[in-house]
C-alpha cells in the first residue's frame, strides 16, 4: 500500500507541467511539482527500512525464499500505481489548476494545504473528478512525433529506480555476509536514473515547455509528450520485473569487488 501510493504520487505529479502550460503559471507549477516529488523520496526512505525488516526476518528464520515473490508483488503495486495515476491524470490536472490559481491567492504551501482539506477544498475535488478523453487516448498512435530517445531514456530510468532499493536488499538475502554493502549501494543504483532524468528528461521538458511559451512547439504536442512519459512509468516498471534478479546479482558481484 506504501508503495502504491508512493508511486501514484510521482505518476501525478506530472500533471502539474501540464497545468503550468495551461495557466501561464510556470514556476508556480514547478513549485507545486517539487513538493510532490519530496513527498515521493520522503516516503521512499521510509519504505527502505520496512523492506529490510523484513529481509532480517526471511534469513533469521530461514525463510528467505519468498522475499523474491514478496518483492515482485510490490513491483507489481508499481505497475498499478502508474496506471492509477494515468487514469486520475484528468481529474488532477483541474486540481492542480485550482491549486496553483489558489497558491497566488494564499501564497503558503501549509495554508494552501489546509485550504486542499476543508469543506470548500474537498467540494472542488469532487467536480474536479472526471476521465481521460478518448481523444487523449489516441495520441499514443501518434509515435512519429514523439521523442523516441528521451522516452526509452525514461523507461530505463524508471525501472532502475523501481529496483532499485528491492535489487539491493534481495542482493543482501543471496548473500547474507555481505548485506550491509549491498543495502548501501542501493543509493548508488538510484542515482543512475537520478542522473538519467535530471540530464537528459527534465531538462527536455523545460525546454519543451520554454518552447510552447514562444510558439514554437504546441500545447497538444507537449500534452503528447506527458502522455508518453507516463506510459514509459507503466512499461518500466513491468520491465523492473525481469531485471529484479539479475541487477540483485550485479549488485552482489560489486559488493564482492569493492
Given at each position: 500500500?506504501?508503495?502504491?501510493?508512493?508511486?501514484?504520487?510521482?505518476?501525478?505529479?506530472?500533471s502539474?507541467?501540464?497545468?503550468?502550460?495551461?495557466?501561464?503559471?510556470?514556476?508556480?507549477?514547478?513549485?507545486?511539482?517539487?513538493?510532490?516529488?519530496?513527498?515521493?523520496?520522503?516516503?521512499?526512505?521510509?519504505?527502505?527500512?520496512?523492506?529490510?525488516?523484513?529481509?532480517?526476518?526471511?534469513?533469521?528464520?530461514?525463510?528467505?525464499?519468498?522475499?523474491?515473490?514478496i518483492?515482485?508483488?510490490?513491483?507489481?503495486?508499481?505497475?498499478l500505481?502508474?496506471?492509477?495515476?494515468?487514469?486520475?491524470?484528468?481529474?488532477?490536472?483541474?486540481?492542480?489548476?485550482?491549486?496553483?490559481?489558489?497558491?497566488?491567492?494564499?501564497?503558503?504551501?501549509?495554508?494552501?494545504?489546509?485550504?486542499?482539506?476543508?469543506?470548500?477544498?474537498?467540494?472542488?475535488?469532487?467536480?474536479?473528478?472526471?476521465?481521460?478523453?478518448?481523444?487523449?487516448l489516441?495520441?499514443?498512435?501518434?509515435?512519429?512525433?514523439?521523442p523516441?530517445?528521451?522516452?526509452?531514456?525514461?523507461?530505463?530510468?524508471?525501472?532502475?529506480?523501481?529496483?532499485?532499493?528491492?535489487?539491493?536488499?534481495?542482493?543482501?538475502?543471496?548473500?547474507?555476509?555481505?548485506?550491509?554493502?549491498?543495502?548501501?549501494?542501493?543509493?548508488?543504483?538510484?542515482?543512475?536514473?537520478?542522473?538519467?532524468?535530471?540530464?537528459?528528461?527534465?531538462?527536455?521538458?523545460?525546454?519543451?515547455?520554454?518552447?510552447?511559451?514562444?510558439?514554437?512547439?504546441?500545447?497538444?504536442?507537449?500534452?503528447?509528450?506527458?502522455?508518453?512519459?507516463?506510459?514509459?512509468?507503466?512499461?518500466?516498471?513491468?520491465?523492473?520485473?525481469?531485471?529484479?534478479?539479475?541487477?540483485?546479482?550485479?549488485?552482489?558481484?560489486?559488493?564482492?569487488?569493492?
Open positions: 500500500m506504501l508503495t502504491f501510493i508512493i508511486y501514484l504520487i510521482g505518476t501525478l505529479a506530472y502539474t507541467r501540464i497545468v503550468g502550460i495551461r495557466t501561464g503559471r510556470i514556476a508556480v507549477s514547478f513549485a507545486v511539482f517539487n513538493v510532490f516529488v519530496l513527498i515521493q523520496r520522503t516516503a521512499n526512505t521510509i519504505q527502505a527500512p520496512l523492506l529490510a525488516k523484513t529481509i532480517e526476518n526471511g534469513i533469521n528464520t530461514g525463510n528467505s525464499g519468498n522475499l523474491l515473490y518483492f515482485r508483488w510490490i513491483i507489481f503495486s508499481i505497475t500505481a502508474t496506471i492509477a495515476g494515468a487514469v486520475l491524470m484528468p481529474t488532477f490536472i483541474k486540481v492542480f489548476d485550482k491549486l496553483v490559481t489558489s497558491f497566488s491567492a494564499y501564497r503558503s504551501l501549509p495554508k494552501l494545504m489546509i485550504h486542499a482539506f476543508s469543506k470548500s477544498g474537498i467540494e472542488q475535488f469532487r467536480n474536479s473528478i472526471s476521465i481521460p478523453k478518448r481523444e487523449n489516441s495520441e499514443l498512435r501518434n509515435f512519429r512525433k514523439t523516441k530517445k528521451v522516452i526509452l531514456l525514461n523507461v530505463i530510468a524508471f525501472s532502475i529506480s523501481s529496483v532499485s532499493v528491492l535489487s539491493s536488499l534481495y542482493a543482501g538475502c543471496l548473500s547474507p555476509n555481505l548485506r550491509t554493502t549491498c543495502s548501501t549501494l542501493a543509493s548508488v543504483v538510484n542515482s543512475v536514473s537520478t542522473i538519467f532524468m535530471v540530464i537528459f528528461i527534465d531538462p527536455y521538458l523545460s525546454m519543451m515547455t520554454d518552447d510552447v511559451i514562444k510558439g514554437e512547439c504546441t500545447e497538444l504536442e507537449f500534452n503528447r509528450c506527458i502522455i508518453f512519459i507516463v506510459a514509459g512509468l507503466i512499461v518500466g516498471s513491468i520491465l523492473a520485473q525481469f531485471i529484479l534478479v539479475s541487477a540483485s546479482n550485479l549488485i552482489v558481484i560489486i559488493a564482492k569487488l569493492i
